[in-house]
């Protein structure tokens, strides 16, 4: 991953590609959550294939595209034959509207990198003083410099996250990430940093986007501290069960 998606944190790629590219292996890189966030360069980073998600960067869904690396020549066996579309990797008629629009996003994404990157991180730095200042003592999982504008993964130390969730259905937070979240365990990747059952049972994935305004970000920190405050007195909706 070239960025994580639970913790935005963003990997030493070109240290990473240059091992690889020194062994002969071959480096693919899923960049569902780098694309369009920070700068890429597959050649400064030698990366071979690298994978994107439409709709990480505000294309439809139902379209994302693979890199593949001509020279030195990265080899792929096909996903399917037919027609032979797509160099013979993936045939199959084209779903027009999806491609341009994949393409249009990543124009978009390009040119608005830097200030929307800037406008970001002020936005995650309103959202961790406001909750700071309302709350006391917050924990931001992982680092905040190597990480994507757009994330902000924090704990509430004794609050169970789900049941946080759970009392804020008008706001969009997740626990772990999208793919897992029917399940209840903990996030393996909050305890690869280090954290205990308890902590990472207590952690929030707060996203910042395109559309996010700063009125949002100070309505949705004083609702979860609302909620963390009712947690916390056990008035909780869940609690009173
Ligand atoms: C979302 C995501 C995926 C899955 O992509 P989909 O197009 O939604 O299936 C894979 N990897 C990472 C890092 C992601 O964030």
């Given amino acids: 991953m070239a960025v994580n998606n639970e913790i935005g944190i963003i990997q030493p790629l070109a240290d990473i590609g240059a091992i690889c590219r020194g062994k002969g292996v071959l480096l693919h890189t899923d960049a569902a959550q780098a694309a369009g966030k920070i700068d890429m360069d597959v050649n400064a980073m030698a ?23 001509r020279r030195p020549r990265a080899r792929l066996l096909a996903a399917f034959s037919g027609g032979g579309q797509e160099r013979g990797f993936r045939s199959g008629t084209l779903p027009v509207p999806l491609t341009v629009a994949l393409g249009e996003a990543a124009s978009i994404a390009q040119g608005e990198l830097a200030r929307e990157g800037q406008r970001l991180v002020s936005l995650r730095e309103a959202m961790i003083t406001r909750l700071r ?50 399940s209840v365990e903990p996030s393996y990747v909050l305890k690869a940093l280090g954290l205990d059952d308890a902590a990472a049972g207590s952690s929030v994935r707060i996203g910042f986007g395109r559309f996010t305004t700063r009125a949002e970000v100070d309505a949705a920190a004083d609702m979860i501290t609302e909620a963390i405050v009712n947690h916390r007195s056990g008035n909780s909706a869940r609690a009173a069960e």
């Fill in 47 to 69: 990366i071979d294939l690298l994978s994107i998600s439409g709709h990480k960067m505000y294309a439809p869904k139902g379209i994302g595209t693979l890199y593949v690396r």
């Fill in 133 to 182: 200042d309302n709350l006391g003592e917050i924990t931001v999982n992982g680092s905040l410099n190597q990480r994507v504008p757009g994330n902000l993964n924090v704990g509430f130390a004794g609050v169970d996250a789900e049941a946080l969730m759970a009392e804020l259905p008008e706001l969009a937070i997740s626990t772990g990430s999208a793919c897992t979240s029917a």
